[in-house]
Every structure is written in structure tokens, then in C-alpha cells.
């Protein structure tokens, strides 16, 4: 069993006044210690016969607490529900190490490591290449790195980066000294390595075998010169590979395995694998069908220009590639089930790009590009790169991502090593001055994350950087970007999803994970989700273009194909009570009827009102009885009568704009820049933003009504809000057909997304720079106004709970307080108050306690007599909530607003560090500020109607003339006084104690109650007189017998 000291002993232990010893940790086995761990252990053993023994809960919470003598009973048992998962009653010792055993594994999966690398020294390796190095790859299953050389010279490295041998590898169709290998891939699923020729030959060599480097397979008559290699395996499933190669003639060429772990090619029927004998085969054999374990791909897209990189990403399902010409610079060949044709799309790019590289979690390629810059590309956008990184001064040759850290590597001509942030496109690191001082080499980059090794080749030189590990721990929620988050109210739970296909459930009072399912649209990502009325049916939408009905054990009902067989990017799903609406992707609503979900897979129904939108719809929302909203991403509102599906209005920020003609080249661009947009989870593209005549800038990402207001079509205020390109928020009356209030809620941002709580009091807003506001709107926009307001809402808290963009908000009503839930690509989902307290992430090791936290008083807003100062005053009003409550708002500008960790606030509960001996400190430090507040400056922070009177000290008056009634009561009262004492007979003694009737219950209690209780001592009557029966006749038996 390992160690439990590593996991008890880093705790700080205090003992209070009153000698109860409280720690950092917040349950008791984190303040446990190995002697302790000993007593617990001697407790299980029994004294008679030396062996392990059982104890129930009872035992075990007092035989702990006095042997251990610090807690409370509570705590152990708590402990001993955690341990007793089966819920048989009894724990014995074996249970309880294994419970901290899982503790402690879950721990050590929790570690990240920080974001910004660090480097040790550059090391240059022994020098034992004499031609130029090629290739360095790493070898899992021996742990060893091997380098190639031009000459077929083999490096073999240990993980220590010592040379463990060399050996040379040759071929006999050529002579040695005409030898130039190109390039090496390692077939990990089969432990092979594959090396290409100049020769246009591929050889195979099994490592497996007793003969040092033995050449299994010899694939010869290749149409060129392969001078790029790349091998992909299916890790659920060894016999599924692919080994791509391009070469000289500007053909891209893969062979699809389909047995590799049987045998990569057919072997003559008196042969096995086991035989150290080559297989010679020939290019013609595998392009005629011959081989029936393999089949071939290929295309011819870079006309005679040499095929630079070639790669296939499973996560695509394409095959990328490059070549340094303006026309086709990069092919993405994309695989077609049951189809041996390829579909591809292309990137043109000026002077060409000498490599790039595909980050699967970012959705991004990335290009070294000869005019010095570094692309970024959405691979389903080809018109234009979704952002540019410059200030490489020379032609950038290899980029390569980071892929734990979101970042970019890159390595120019004039020997500078970039290190790019991805999300804000900018460059976070310079090595210069350190490699070696050659003028012309050819250069070769690999990094291999999990060492952080970074190996560089400047010809036949091998040197390496080592990125020094991070001591700084990142708590997060999801392995993969997250992309959506919802409540369910019914069982207080919170559900995730990311793009890795995972869906986690949480619990929102503790933060403990209570379930995952993984792979729910197989390698797709989930793009959005919802919850149906009931809240007990869970849809989820994947970029595969399916929406799946799940229940809540994970069982899919239904398979809903919205895409129509097409890989579409969904980005809302609006349930109702008669459709599923589904919207993303195209400029009409896909609409799926109730009726017809009588079966697994369903097809879309036609949405009767047709094509509104001139661009694609990227969000919906429903206000009961019959009003649809749909926004697109050129700012365009359409209002919808839900029953016939007819739009009945337009909204548009802009009323004098002129429709857009539907041509053909903007029906195209529409999915385009949609999908842009979506990847914008993950990577910040400003390019699209910048121009102000560009659509972008109206998209409207987010839609909510405002059901909480009543009677708003009376008043004339608005009962729409909308969020989406450069921050703003607008406010809409759909009844007027107008635009009632806009403001920018985050300066700077291309685009942002926002929640509603569901009294409608607030907004929350995100960005992508992980920020979140709250903005109170219960009384803003509640009247109507011919002008548009263009004041902001009051800004109640303004925070950062990620280091990257927020992809979704949620709010969720836990008692009297509300909480923020706010995902974010950072892999991680963080609770939140209102103010912008911390209380949690999900996935962190403690879990927390909602209870403990208190709950956020609400500001009084209806302190005016006349409602309109609210909205035509904002200013005003922000200034009274200033003197209101000057901690909070220190300027009268809301865009300042920035929430101090320094300031005392009443409603503020920041706990320190979670910690017990933390909340005990704070605990008593409030009640003393609360006191002291309320002695010496209790007008400051008094919150409530009569907040703003102002309250002074009484004055001292002189002595007050009491009226004559007062001082002479016996001249208005005397005579009133006797008559009633006159008439007043006390009946005697015996006149009470004489009952005129005995006492009655009916007279006392509810005659429902009288009758409920006589029921109640019937049936009991009739039990025992039954049970008293089968007594009787189960004691007969034996004595008939």
C-alpha cells in the first residue's frame, strides 16, 4: 500500500479556544496523520483472535473519536458513508485504505502544469550524423529516440538523451553511396519503423525481430520519390492504420490498413511473418486491389510541385498537405465513408508555406509561412486565415503546436524560436543567440510533449531543449475544451460537455462528479445541449450534424439528423412543447415534430414559414404562447408566430439597411463564417472585426425574453435581449419593432455571450478573455422611449474566472442565493455568486459546501417614487448606488467597476483558502466589522427602502407638559370606573367547580381531526388483532405435526 504521509502530513493544524484542533483540509481524512492512521488500524484488529473485525457506523464514529479525541462524531461519520459506497452497514480495514487509495489517485490526476515554458539549457548531442539529419522520431515502445540521417544512418537515444548505438541501413537497388533517405515514421501498433528512399522504394523493418533492423516488407515502384512520411493507428483499434507519403511529382498517396496487426500486406500462402525473409512488393499490386488487408487514397493536387509535409488527422477525417506554390499551397483531402474518391478543399497562400501543423482541441492549421508569417486557419474556411501572427523578420520553416499548453512553436530562417499564444496572437517568448552559428542548413523540428523535450537540427548538429517542469497546479473540470454547460433544477445537478464528445454530470452543493459519458458522438465534438421541460431528457448536438436524445442513465432514445447526413456545426437547440428546433448551420430552421419521434433515427420535417434569414441562424428564443425569435449573424432578428411558423417582423440594429442579395458566393461565405465564429471558442480571430462594415459586427450569438416582466407590452419597454459582435447588449420591444436600449458591455471584444437569471434582475456576460460581468436590469428599459437609450445597465460585479474565452453561461438558484456557473475553453467550470465570489471549479480536490457560503442580500431598486428616474436617469441612479454603497461602486463610471479582493463589503463572502481555521478567522473578523459598523457608521452601509434617509444622532429635548387627563385621571374616569366595578360579580367558588356538562372533545378540536384519529386506532386495532391471528396459527402447526 503506498504511503498515506504524503497525503495527511502537508496539512497546518490549529486547536481553538474552546481545544477543538481545526486544519487546512475540510474533511477529516485530510487531517489525518500516519500515527493516527496506526490507531484506526489497531481498532479493527480483535484482541482475542488477532484479526481484522467489522464495525458498523455507530462503532466506528465512537470508537475514532475517542481514540483519536480531536472532531466531532459527524465527521466520522461522514467518513464512513464515503467509505461504505455499497451501503452494506459495515466497514473493516481492507475498505478504508482502499477509499484513501483512490483519494490519493485522483489527486495525482488533478496536477497541470503551468501555462508560460520554461527552458533549461540548450544541449547539443553527441555528433555522430556526417550527413544531413532527416527525421527524429520517438519509439514508445522502447522508450528510446531514433534519428535518420541522409545517408541511412540510425541514432539510437535513451530517454536520458545518451547514446545507446548507430547502425546503418541500406537497400540493394541502389549502391551506398548513392543512398538518400528522406524520411521516418514509427508503426507503433506493430513496433515497425518505415523508411522512404530517393529510390522511390518504402521499406519496413520489424523490431521485433533477432536480426538487427531486419526489412520485412519492401514496397518498390512508387510513381516518385517519396520525400514526406506519416503514419496514424486507431488506438481503440490496432488493425485500423494509415501511412501517408508524398513525393516529388506532387502526388499524395495513403494505404489503408485494415488487418495491420494480422499482417500489413499479403503474404504468399507458404510464408508467415514469423520467417526472416523480405516480401517484395510492388506499387502496381496495391493500386490493382491484390492486397485485400490494404487499399489505396490518393490525389494529384499540387500539379509537379514537391509535397513539403504531408499528415492525416483522424479528427478531420482528412489527409493534409503542402507544398511551397502559391496555387493549392495546402490540400485537404477529405475521407468519404464507403468511397475510394477523396473530397478536398484547398488553401492558396502567397509564396507558399515550408510546413504546418493541426491542433485538434483549437480546430486550427497552422502555417510557416516563406513571406514570414504564421497563418491560422479554420480548416472548413478557406477564403482567409481566421488570424496572422507576425514579426518574424526571415521565412518561418517548421511551426508546431503545444498541445496541453495552447500554444505555438515556431522557428524562422534567421534563428529565432517563437512561442506564440494562440488565443491572443501574440508572441509570449524570443530565443535567439543560441544555436549554432551555420549560415545555409537544412533544419528539422520535433517536440515530444511528454518529456518536454524540443529537439532541433541544423544539418548533421542535434541539439535540445528541455522545458523545465512546472511546480504550479491548474484545477480543471474537462481534459478538452469545454463548450457547454446547463442546471438541472430537478436533481441540483450541473451538466457539461467538451469537444472531446464527454459528458460529465456534477453536483451544484458540493461540486463532487457523479457521472461521465464518454464518446457520445464518437470522436465529434458536442457543440451545444439542452434540457427538455421536464428536465429528465438530455439533448446534445455534435458537429456531426446528429442531435441525440439521451436519458439520464445515458441510454440514447433517438437519433435526430439535422444535417441531413452532413457534418454541420450546431450551435443552439430550443425544445418545445410540440418541436425541437435545431439552428447553426444554414439560413432556415430545422424543425423536428414530436409526432414523429416514434422511432431511433429521425428525419427533419419542413419548416413551413421557408427561408427568412439572409444569413446562416446562429440562436433562437420562445416566449410563451406563440412568439419565436431567430438571430443570424448579420444582426438580423426575425420574430416567428410559433403555431402557423409564419415571421411576422424584422428586427435590425441598423432600421436604413438595405437586404442583402442572395447570390450565390454569399450563400457559400454564410457557412463559412459561421464556422469561423464557432471556432472562436477556442482562438480569438479578430479579423472578421475590424472591419465596421462587416456583418460580424451585428452577429447576434445569444437571444432571451424577458417573461419575467409583466404587462411590458402596456408600458412599451423592451422584452428582448440580444449579445453578439463587438460586446453589445440591445434590448428590443418585439411589439414595436424597436430598438429600445444598446450598450457595449466589453470594450474590445469581437463578440460575447450572455444569460439571463430567470427573474430577469440580471445579465451576465462573458468574453474571451475569460471575463464575466453582471449587469442589473430589473429596472432598466421597463418604460417606453422614442429615443435609444445608449447608458449601460448598472454594473453590479465585473471578474475574471478564466484564462480563456467563456463558451457558455448558466445561472443557477440555490436557496436565496444566486450563482454564476461560467465554462470556458480553459477546460474548466467555476462557480460563482452574483458578486463574483469564488466558490468553487469543478474537479478541484475539496469539495464545498454551498450552505456555508451566506446568501447575497438584494438591493433595493424601487427607492424612487417615479419609476421613469430609473431609466432616463442612469447616471443619477448610478450615483445614488455609489453613496449607497461606496465599496462597490467607487466611480460613478460602470465601466470601471473592477470588484477589490481588499474591500469589506457586508454581502461579500470571500473564504480563505478553504480552509476550516480560514472561515473561523473570517467568521469572527465579520462579526467584529459588523459590530463595529453598526455602532459608529451605521448610515454607510445600511441596505433596504430606507437606505438613503438620513439618520442622525437624536437630540436631547426639554421636559414635555403632560395633559390634564394624565394628571388627573379621576375627573375624566372615577365615576366609569366604579359602575364597572359595581356591576362586576364574581361568580363563587362553588359555581365553578360544579361542570354544568362533562368536557367534550368536539367542543375543542376540528371534527376532521377527531375523525383522522379515530381511523388511525381502528386500523391499529385491526393489525394487532391480525397479527395476533397468524401467531396463533404459526404456533398450531407444530403441535398438528
Same mark, same amino acid.
Given at each position: ?10 496539512? /497546518? ?22 500515527? *493516527? ?15 481484522? +473485525? ?33 451501503? +452494506? ?39 555522430? /550524423? ?135 500486406? *499479403? ?207 491548474k484545477v480543471t473540470s474537462h481534459k478538452k475544451p469545454i463548450t457547454c454547460v446547463l442546471y438541472n433544477s430537478t436533481f441540483k445537478q450541473v451538466i457539461s460537455s467538451d469537444t472531446g ?67 454541420? *456545426? ?10 425541437? $428546433? ?99 471558442r477556442h482562438t480569438r480571430s479578430m479579423s472578421n472585426f475590424n472591419d465596421t462594415d462587416s456583418d460580424s459586427n451585428n452577429t447576434v450569438t445569444r437571444l432571451f425574453f424577458l417573461e ?191 470588484? *477589490? ?36 457608521? $451605521? ?39 366604579? +359602575? ?30 377527531? +375523525? ?30
Amino acid at each position: 500500500m503506498s504511503n498515506p504521509g504524503a497525503y495527511v502530513t502537508s496539512t /497546518h493544524s490549529e486547536v481553538d479556544s474552546e481545544g477543538v484542533r481545526h486544519t487546512g483540509g475540510d474533511t477529516i481524512e485530510n487531517r489525518l496523520t500516519i500515527k *493516527e492512521f496506526a490507531e484506526i488500524q489497531n481498532l479493527f484488529k480483535s484482541p482475542a483472535l488477532n484479526q481484522p +473485525e467489522c464495525m458498523n457506523r455507530e462503532e466506528f464514529m465512537d470508537r475514532t473519536y475517542t481514540a483519536l479525541g480531536h472532531g466531532n462524531k459527524e465527521e466520522y461519520g461522514e467518513l464512513f458513508d464515503k467509505i461504505d459506497v455499497s451501503r +452494506e452497514g459495515f466497514i473493516d480495514w481492507d475498505k478504508l485504505t482502499s477509499f484513501m487509495l483512490l483519494e490519493l489517485y485522483e489527486k495525482d490526476e488533478r496536477v497541470k502544469s503551468s501555462v508560460i515554458p520554461e527552458w533549461k539549457d540548450i544541449r547539443c548531442l553527441p555528433l555522430i /550524423h556526417k550527413e544531413n539529419i532527416q527525421k527524429v522520431v520517438y519509439l514508445k515502445g522502447s522508450c528510446r529516440y531514433v534519428t535518420l540521417s541522409k545517408d541511412g544512418l540510425l541514432g539510437v537515444w535513451g530517454e536520458n538523451l545518451k547514446l545507446q548505438r548507430s547502425l546503418r541501413i541500406s537497400t540493394d537497388t541502389v549502391k551506398l553511396k548513392d543512398l538518400w533517405a528522406t524520411s521516418l515514421v514509427f508503426l507503433a501498433n506493430v513496433n515497425k519503423i518505415a523508411v522512404a528512399f530517393t529510390s522511390k522504394e518504402i521499406c519496413f523493418y520489424d523490431l521485433n525481430s533477432k536480426q538487427d533492423m531486419f526489412c520485412q516488407y519492401k514496397l518498390q515502384g512508387l510513381q516518385g520519390a517519396p520525400i514526406c512520411m506519416d503514419y496514424w493507428h486507431n488506438p481503440d483499434d490496432g488493425n485500423e492504420a494509415v501511412l501517408t507519403f508524398g513525393d516529388v511529382t506532387g502526388q499524395v498517396q495513403a494505404i489503408c490498413f485494415t488487418t495491420a496487426m494480422i499482417s500489413l500486406f *499479403e503474404r504468399p500462402a507458404n510464408s508467415t511473418e514469423d520467417q526472416q525473409t523480405t516480401l517484395y512488393i510492388t506499387w502496381s499490386e496495391l493500386v490493382s486491389g491484390y492486397h485485400k488487408c490494404c487499399y489505396i487514397l490518393k490525389h494529384k493536387l499540387h500539379d509537379n510541385h514537391w509535397v513539403r509535409q504531408v499528415s492525416y488527422n483522424s479528427h478531420l477525417e482528412a489527409f493534409l498537405s503542402c507544398s511551397t506554390s502559391d496555387n493549392n499551397t495546402v490540400i485537404l483531402a477529405w475521407r468519404e465513408k464507403g468511397k475510394t474518391l477523396l473530397k478536398t478543399t484547398s488553401l492558396n497562400i502567397a509564396n507558399g508555406i515550408n510546413g504546418f501543423d493541426y491542433h485538434s482541441g483549437l480546430n486550427i492549421i497552422a502555417t510557416a509561412g516563406i513571406d514570414h508569417k504564421v497563418c491560422l486557419w479554420n480548416p472548413y474556411v478557406v477564403s482567409k486565415p481566421t488570424g496572422v501572427l507576425q514579426g518574424n523578420m526571415a521565412s518561418v520553416i517548421s511551426v508546431k503546436f503545444f498541445d496541453s499548453r495552447k500554444q505555438l512553436c515556431s522557428f524562422s530562417k534567421d534563428k529565432v524560436l517563437r512561442i506564440w499564444d494562440v488565443h491572443h496572437q501574440v508572441c509570449i517568448q524570443r530565443i535567439a543567440g543560441i544555436f549554432p552559428k551555420t549560415l545555409d542548413f537544412q533544419f528539422t523540428l520535433y517536440f515530444y510533449e511528454p518529456h518536454g523535450h524540443l529537439f532541433v537540427s541544423f544539418n548533421n548538429q542535434l541539439a535540445v531543449m528541455e522545458m523545465k517542469k512546472e511546480s504550479s497546479k491548474k484545477v480543471t473540470s474537462h481534459k478538452k475544451p469545454i463548450t457547454c454547460v446547463l442546471y438541472n433544477s430537478t436533481f441540483k445537478q450541473v451538466i457539461s460537455s467538451d469537444t472531446g464528445s464527454t459528458v460529465t454530470f456534477w453536483m451544484i452543493d458540493t461540486g463532487q462528479k457523479i457521472k461521465q459519458f464518454s464518446g457520445c458522438h464518437g470522436n465529434a465534438e458536442i457543440s451545444t445541449m439542452a434540457l427538455n421541460a421536464s428536465e429528465t431528457r438530455l439533448l446534445t448536438g455534435s458537429t456531426d450534424g446528429t442531435v441525440k436524445v439521451w436519458d439520464l442513465n445515458g441510454h440514447c432514445h433517438h437519433k435526430l439528423n439535422a444535417g441531413r447526413d452532413q457534418a454541420v *456545426e450546431i450551435s443552439q437547440i430550443l425544445v418545445l412543447k410540440r418541436t425541437i $428546433l435545431v439552428v447553426g448551420w444554414e439560413r432556415i430552421i430545422t424543425v423536428f415534430r414530436m409526432n414523429t419521434l416514434n422511432q431511433y433515427l429521425v428525419q427533419p420535417s419542413e419548416w413551413k414559414g421557408g427561408m427568412q434569414h439572409q444569413e446562416d441562424i446562429l440562436c433562437a428564443a420562445f416566449l410563451p404562447p406563440q412568439s419565436l425569435v431567430t438571430g443570424s449573424y448579420d444582426g438580423e432578428i426575425v420574430v416567428w408566430n410559433n403555431n402557423t411558423e409564419n415571421a411576422s417582423r424584422k428586427l435590425h440594429p441598423d432600421p436604413g439597411r438595405a437586404p442583402r442579395s442572395k447570390s450565390d458566393s454569399q450563400i457559400q461565405s454564410a457557412g463559412k463564417r459561421l464556422l469561423s465564429l464557432s471556432s472562436g471558442r477556442h482562438t480569438r480571430s479578430m479579423s472578421n472585426f475590424n472591419d465596421t462594415d462587416s456583418d460580424s459586427n451585428n452577429t447576434v450569438t445569444r437571444l432571451f425574453f424577458l417573461e419575467a416582466r409583466k404587462n411590458i407590452s402596456a408600458t412599451g419597454g423592451a422584452n428582448l435581449v440580444s449579445c453578439g459582435g463587438l460586446g453589445c447588449v440591445r434590448f428590443w420591444n418585439i411589439f414595436r419593432n424597436q430598438l429600445m436600449a444598446e450598450f457595449v458591455a466589453h470594450e474590445g471584444a469581437s463578440f460575447i455571450i450572455m444569460t439571463i437569471d430567470k427573474t430577469n434582475r440580471y445579465t451576465i456576460t462573458g468574453d474571451h478573455d475569460g471575463w464575466v460581468k453582471v449587469w442589473d436590469i430589473q429596472e432598466y428599459c421597463i418604460d417606453y422611449s422614442e429615443t435609444n437609450c445608449t447608458e449601460p445597465a448598472p454594473l453590479v460585479a465585473s471578474f475574471q474566472p478564466h484564462s480563456d474565452c467563456i463558451t457558455h453561461l448558466e445561472t443557477c438558484a440555490h436557496s436565496t442565493c444566486l450563482l454564476v456557473i461560467s465554462a470556458s475553453a480553459d477546460c474548466s467550470i467555476c462557480v460563482s455568486d452574483i458578486c463574483g465570489t469564488a466558490i468553487g471549479i469543478f474537479g478541484q480536490e475539496e469539495h464545498w459546501r454551498i450552505e456555508s457560503y451566506l446568501p447575497v442580500p438584494v438591493m433595493d431598486n424601487t427607492i424612487f417614487e417615479n419609476p421613469e428616474e430609473n431609466v432616463t436617469g442612469t447616471k443619477d441612479l448610478q450615483a445614488d448606488i455609489s453613496d449607497l454603497h461606496p465599496s462597490l461602486y467607487p466611480d460613478t463610471q460602470p465601466t470601471d467597476l473592477i470588484m *477589490e479582493d481588499g474591500e469589506d463589503l457586508l454581502f461579500k463572502v470571500s473564504p480563505w483558502e478553504n480552509t476550516i481555521l480560514g472561515r473561523k478567522y473570517k467568521e469572527n473578523g465579520t462579526k467584529e466589522k459588523l459590530h463595529s459598523n453598526f455602532r459608529d457608521d $451605521l448610515t454607510q452601509n445600511s441596505i433596504g427602502t430606507f437606505s438613503l434617509l438620513n439618520i442622525g444622532p437624536l437630540k436631547d429635548i426639554g421636559e414635555v407638559k403632560k395633559p390634564d387627563f394624565v394628571v388627573n385621571p379621576d375627573k375624566y374616569f372615577g365615576e366609569k370606573t366604579e +359602575e364597572k366595578s359595581r356591576a362586576l360579580i364574581l361568580p363563587t367558588h362553588s359555581q365553578t367547580v360544579a361542570l354544568k356538562a362533562v368536557f367534550d372533545e368536539g367542543s375543542l378540536f376540528p371534527r376532521e381531526i377527531l +375523525e383522522r384519529e379515530q381511523t388511525a386506532k381502528q386500523l391499529k386495532e385491526k393489525m394487532h388483532h391480525e397479527s395476533k391471528i397468524k401467531r396463533t396459527n404459526r404456533t398450531a402447526r407444530p403441535k398438528e405435526k
